[in-house]
């Protein structure tokens, strides 16, 4: 099991869409955040924990490699959703290299969004309202999410935070982050560039916003990871996987490690150049995907 808490729990929330062109990003939950739910969490009676179970969509359950979905609608054993789902769960361990994962990971998908919202209002009351969630525990690795029109888009971003977590030990919040959006397009499109995080960097760029792994790897508190955040963290994930062999193999040699570490050390120190260069390297790996954009008619 990934390292958890002390109350147990590790959250990553799958943020709700807002203004047109752009989702507002609630970012993820690690170690120590929203110490009051926590606690309160922790309180809670066994008959509580009973009930709450068993609202729990379990009517219909089918096992895949590495995951298992517990719907409350029949989901054929060759439905496009689940094989989406398979080849999402090859892509990332074939693209990280991740090693085989610890535990399954458990998709509870509701039949209504109104059926997902009123279970995760009463089980985990204090956490934002968003579409979607990953939720680590002791006792399992979980999904929850809803049939709807982003039904997919949803599996895709949290079933990479369950994979990154029943792999390996620990896994920094930016790069969680980045990483589950950079897997969150469908198919063929895994790595294409991301029109909404390719908008938020150019915004950056005007602004002669400099990168900083660093400064992505400060950040601890879910609260504190806004959309720039989000936008850097795909595009460094983006940079070291498309950029040049060396970012790659960074990245990867840093995720095997991950496996047994019981907190992550600073991958910004690995890079293959000092802060100053990276941050221009970014730049303008940055600035050549937004050239690439522009026939495809997306305004950024």
Known sequence: MPTLPPSGIDVLPKPEAAVPNRRKRAGGLLAGLLTAFLLSAGCRSANWALTAAADRP???????????????????????????LRDLRDDVMKTLQLPPP???????????????????????????????????????????????????EDLRHELTHGILHASLNTVPLWLDEGLAEYFEAG?????????????????MQRRRHRPSIARLEAITDFREFDNEAYAESWGWVHYML????????????????????????????????????????????VGQLIESEKPSGIRL
Request: cysteine-free.
């Open 242 to 285: 498309h950029g040049g062999p060396r970012g790659r193999e960074v990245l990867i040699d840093y995720l095997a490690e991950l496996r047994d570490a019981g907190t992550a050390a600073s991958l910004a120190a690995r890079f293959p150049a000092d802060a100053d260069t990276a941050a221009y390297q970014l730049v303008t790996w």
């Open 102 to 152: 610890r535990d399954p990971v458990i998709v509870y998908l509701f039949d209504s969004e109104g059926a997902y919202r009123r279970y995760m209002k009463k089980t985990w009351p204090d956490l934002p309202s968003r579409r979607a969630y990953f939720i680590g525990t002791s006792r399992e690795l979980a999904v929850y999410s809803f049939h709807g029109p982003r039904m997919q």
């Open 58 to 84: 379990r009517a219909h359950r089918i096992e895949a490699a590495g995951f298992v979905v517990l719907s409350d609608i029949g989901i054929a054993e060759d439905a496009p959703l689940l094989q989406e």
């Open 187 to 203: 198919g063929s499109e895994t790595g294409a560039p991301h029109p909404d995080h390719l908008r938020t960097l150019r915004r």
